[in-house]
C-alpha cells in the first residue's frame, strides 16, 4: 500500500501496485549501480583526480530508478546539478560519467562539462545554474506539444531551487497553454546547508504550483515513485501540468566540499540510513514477496561491481582531450569567422565536434 | 603564513558551525600549489598604525564588522551569510549584532538584489552578497534598470546610494563554466553604476568600506582565489580607499601593465621575469576601480612608457580591455611605440579542463610584452 498528498486533485496515483520478477532485478541492479557510482565518485574525487565540483546523489536512488521506470522512450527530461544517477539511467554508460569527471576524452561531454553538464538523447543535462533548467524544460514540453510528439517533458527541481522566480513564471506559462511538463521538486530537505523550512516560508512544495495540481510521494519508495510518475505522464498528456514533490534525503553533503554535519546531525542522517533508506527498503520488499532470492540479490551486487571497477578504470586511464579542442563547440559550423579570437593573434581554429547533436 | 595560524590571531570568534563545515576545504588547499599565479602582498610605509596579520576574508569581515557597527542602519544579507559565508567573509557577524541585521535569503538572485535596492532606497545601508558572480545575471536587469538608474530616472529624488553588492568572482583553479566568471565588463557599461575589484586584504577592506559609504550603488567583484591566498598587514582601524583611482605598483619607463585582482599579481611576476630576462622596467599599474576608471593616471603613464599591455581574466571579445584599448588609442596616439596589446582569457566559455590554457598566464602575458617592445 503506497501513500501520497494531493492538492488540487480528486484521485492520485495508484496505491496498489504490480512488481514482476524482471522489474524487481532490473530496479534493484539501478539502485545499487547508482549507489556504487557515487560512491566511484567520491572516490576519484579523494584522490584528486577529480576537481571542482562534485554533488553526490547517495541516497536519493529510487526517485531517478522510480522516475526513470515509468518513462516511455520518447519522454525527455532536464535536471539541476546533482545528476550522475540521471545521466546513468538515461543511457550514459558508468565509464563515460567517471570519465567525464576526470575530464577524458571518453566522458559523456569529452571533458569539457565535468560533473553538472551530463546529457544524452532525451536528457537535457546537467544545469548548473539553479532553478535556470525549470524554464528550459517548459520550452522542451511546448515543442513537444507543438511537435504533436506524445512526449511529456520531466523538469526536476531542488527544495533550494523552488524558491527561484523563474520557476514560477513557468508554472504560469505551462498552465496556460496547457503544457505537457511535470515539475519534479526532488525535496532532500536541504538545499545546500539551510533547511527547507529556513528558506521557504511554505514547504509544501507540491502545493506551490497554487492552481496547478500536485502530488507529494514518499521519494525513498521506488514503487510510489513510479506509480506517481506513470500518474503524472497521463496527467500531464490529458489535463495539463502537474507538479511531482519526491520527498527524500541525500547522505552526502551538498558537494565533495562539504562534509554535511554542520547543519544537520549525524544522528539525523544515521536515522535516515538505518530506516528509510531506499535500497534497504527495496531489498525487503524483493526478499519478503519472493521475487529475488538473497543469492540473486548478491549475484546482481556483483555484476555492479564488476561494472563500476571497468567504470573506475576508464577513468583513470582514459586519455585527455587534446588543447585544439579547447576552441571547439563554441558556434554551430556556420559561423562565418570560423576563426576564435585570443591573444597575440594566435586565432584559434573552431571546429564542431560532433555532426550530429542528440535533438532531431 | 598557514590560516589556522591566522586564526588565532584573530580576536574574533570563529563559529563552531563554519569551521566544521569548512574543514575539508581546508585540505583542498593543497590545489594552491597548481594556481596560475603568485601572491605579492602589498605592503604599508611604517606609521603609527596598528596593523594586524589578515586574508582577503578575515579583512572584508573585518570591513562589514566595522560598517554595521558604526552604521545602525546597516543590514547585510545574501545565501548563508548567517552562519558565516561560503567563504567564510561573515563568520560572527549574525552573533554579533543579530538575526534582524544579518540574515539569509532563499535562493533567489534576482528577489535579492530587488530586495537590496528598496532598502537602500529607504536610505538604509544595504550590503547584498550574490554568492558567485556566475549567480549575477538573474539580478542583472534589477541592477542595471533599477539600481543604475534610480537617480537620474527620479531627476535625484530617489536614489540607492547606500547600496554594495559584494560577488565573488575569477578563477579559482577547478571552477569551470559557472564558478570562476569575471563578469566586470557587463556592468561597466552601465553608467550609474560603481564597479571595483580588490587584489589584496588591506585594498578589500579599504574598498569595501569606500562602497558602503559612497553615495553611488557599488559593486565589488572579489577574486574568490585571494580569499585564503592573500595575506597582508592590515590596518585594524576603519579606512576609506579612494575610488575611482587606480594604484601603480612598481614605476617603470619601458611599458606600462595594467590588470586588477588576481591578474595583478600576475603582472608583477611578469615585470620580475621581464627585468631579469630582457632587462625591461615595467610600469605596473592596478586598475581598481573598472568603473569610473582612472583614465588620467593610466594616460599618463602610456604617455611616459609608450607601450601598454592589458591583461584580465575575462573573453577577449569586448573584455574591458577593449574599452581601454579604445580611449588610450584616442588620447595617447603620438605617444604609442606598439599597438595596445591585450592578453586575456579566449573567446570561449570558461572550460573545464582546460583552464590552465585559458587563463592569461605569466608565459602569454610575457610573450606579448615581448612582441610590443619589439614592434
Known amino acids: 500500500m503506497l501513500d501520497y498528498k494531493l492538492h488540487k486533485l480528486e484521485m492520485g496515483p495508484d496505491t496498489l501496485v504490480a512488481l514482476t520478477e524482471r522489474e524487481a532485478a532490473l530496479y534493484y541492479r539501478q539502485l545499487v549501480a547508482i549507489r556504487r557510482l557515487e560512491a566511484a565518485a567520491a572516490q576519484l574525487y579523494r584522490e584528486q583526480l577529480v576537481r571542482g565540483f562534485c554533488h553526490l546523489y547517495t541516497g536519493q536512488e529510487a526517485c531517478a530508478v522510480g522516475l526513470c521506470a515509468a518513462l516511455r522512450p520518447q519522454d525527455n527530461l532536464i535536471a539541476g546539478y546533482r545528476i550522475h544517477g540521471w545521466a546513468y539511467l538515461m543511457g550514459v554508460t558508468a565509464a563515460a560519467v567517471l570519465a567525464e569527471l576526470t575530464g577524458r576524452a571518453s566522458g559523456c561531454a569529452q571533458g569539457k562539462g565535468g560533473s553538472m553538464h551530463m546529457y544524452a538523447p532525451n536528457f537535457y ?14 520550452g522542451i514540453a511546448l515543442a513537444n506539444k507543438y511537435r504533436k510528439n506524445g512526449a511529456v517533458c ?8 523552488a524558491n527561484q522566480g523563474q520557476i514560477f513564471e513557468c508554472y504560469n506559462m505551462a498552465q496556460l497553454w496547457k503544457l505537457p511538463i511535470v515539475f519534479v521538486c526532488e525535496n532532500n530537505n536541504y538545499g545546500m546547508g539551510t533547511s527547507a523550512w529556513r528558506a521557504s516560508s511554505n514547504t509544501n512544495y507540491y502545493t506551490r504550483g497554487d492552481y496547478l495540481p500536485g502530488v507529494w510521494v514518499d521519494g525513498q519508495d521506488v514503487l510510489a515513485v513510479r ?50 533508506d531506499a535500497i534497504e527498503r527495496f531489498r525487503k520488499i524483493c526478499l519478503e514477496m ?3 532470492t538473497q543469492t540473486q540479490l548478491l549475484g546482481i551486487e556483483r555484476t555492479v561491481r564488476d561494472e563500476m571497477e571497468l567504470a573506475i578504470k576508464a577513468a583513470r586511464t582514459d586519455v585527455e582531450l587534446p588543447l585544439s579542442h579547447l576552441c571547439n563547440d563554441v558556434y554551430a559550423g556556420s559561423y562565418a569567422q570560423l576563426q576564435l579570437r585570443g591573444v597575440l593573434g594566435h586565432n584559434l581554429e573552431h571546429a564542431r565536434s560532433r555532426t550530429e547533436s542528440c535533438h532531431e | 603564513m598557514p590560516p589556522d595560524l591566522c586564526d588565532k590571531i584573530i580576536i574574533m570568534k570563529v563559529s563552531s558551525l563554519a569551521r566544521g563545515l569548512f574543514s575539508a ?3 583542498n588547499a593543497a590545489s594552491s600549489t597548481r594556481s596560475h599565479f603568485t601572491y605579492y602582498p602589498t605592503k604599508f610605509s611604517p606609521g603609527t598604525r596598528d596593523v594586524q596579520k589578515m586574508n582577503m576574508f578575515q579583512a572584508i569581515n573585518n570591513a562589514m564588522d566595522q560598517a554595521l557597527e558604526q552604521d545602525s542602519s546597516a543590514l547585510l544579507f545574501g545565501e548563508d551569510v548567517g552562519f558565516g559565508g561560503v567563504f567564510r567573509c561573515s563568520v560572527n557577524l549574525r552573533d554579533k549584532y543579530g538575526k534582524d541585521r544579518v540574515f539569509n535569503t532563499p535562493l533567489c538572485e534576482q528577489g535579492i538584489a530587488g530586495f537590496a535596492i528598496g532598502v537602500a532606497n529607504t536610505g538604509a545601508t544595504a550590503i547584498a552578497e550574490i554568492q558567485f558572480a556566475d549567480y549575477i545575471f538573474p539580478s542583472f536587469d534589477q541592477i542595471v534598470n533599477e539600481a543604475a538608474k534610480y537617480r537620474y530616472r527620479s531627476g535625484g529624488l530617489f536614489d540607492c546610494g547606500s547600496l554594495t553588492f559584494r560577488v565573488p568572482c575569477g578563477a579559482v583553479g577547478h571552477g569551470a563554466l559557472y564558478h570562476s566568471q569575471s563578469p566586470e565588463a557587463y556592468f561597466a557599461h552601465t553608467p550609474g ?9 588591506i585594498k578589500a577592506k579599504g574598498l569595501l568600506l569606500a562602497c558602503i559609504r559612497d553615495a553611488n550603488p557599488c559593486i565589488m567583484f572579489e577574486p574568490k582565489t585571494l580569499y585564503r591566498a592573500a595575506v597582508e598587514d592590515v590596518p585594524t582601524e576603519a579606512y576609506a580607499e579612494d575610488l575611482g583611482k587606480c594604484d601603480i605598483l612598481r614605476e617603470g619607463k619601458d611599458v606600462t601593465l595594467v590588470g586588477w585582482g588576481t591578474q595583478v599579481h600576475v603582472l608583477l611576476e611578469v615585470a620580475d621575469l621581464a627585468k631579469k630576462q630582457l632587462d625591461i622596467d615595467c610600469e605596473v599599474i592596478d586598475l581598481v576601480s573598472i568603473l569610473p576608471w582612472d583614465t588620467q593616471t593610466i594616460c599618463n603613464s602610456v604617455n611616459k612608457t609608450g607601450r601598454v599591455l592589458i591583461a584580465h581574466e575575462a573573453p577577449f571579445t569586448q573584455g574591458f580591455g577593449s574599452e ?3 580611449y588610450i588609442q584616442e588620447k595617447c596616439f603620438l605617444r604609442l611605440e606598439a599597438p595596445v596589446k591585450r592578453v586575456t582569457g579566449w573567446d570561449t566559455p570558461f572550460p573545464h579542463v582546460f583552464e590552465p590554457f585559458y587563463l592569461p598566464d605569466k608565459h602569454r602575458c610575457l610573450a606579448a610584452l615581448k612582441e610590443i617592445i619589439n614592434y
Not at chain 1, 520531466?154 to 531551487?161: C, H, R, V
Not at chain 2, 553604476?193 to 586584504?201: A, C, F, K, S, T
Open chain 1, 125 to 138: 543535462g546537467g544545469n548548473g545554474i539553479v532553478g535556470a533548467q525549470i524554464s528550459l524544460g517548459t
Open chain 1, 154 to 161: 520531466f523538469a526536476l527541481y531542488g527544495d533550494g531551487a
Open chain 1, 227 to 276: 506509480s506517481a510518475t506513470r500518474f503524472a505522464i497521463e496527467h500531464a498528456q490529458q489535463r495539463g501540468p502537474l507538479v511531482l514533490e519526491l520527498c527524500t534525503y541525500r547522505y552526502a553533503g551538498h558537494s565533495m566540499s562539504d562534509p554535511g554535519t554542520s547543519y544537520r546531525t549525524r544522528e539525523e542522517v544515521q536515522q535516515v540510513r538505518q530506516r528509510q
Open chain 1, 290 to 292: 519472493s521475487l529475488l
Open chain 2, 25 to 27: 576545504i581546508k585540505s
Open chain 2, 193 to 201: 553604476l560603481r564597479v571595483v575589484i580588490p587584489r589584496g586584504p
Open chain 2, 324 to 326: 581601454m584599448a579604445a
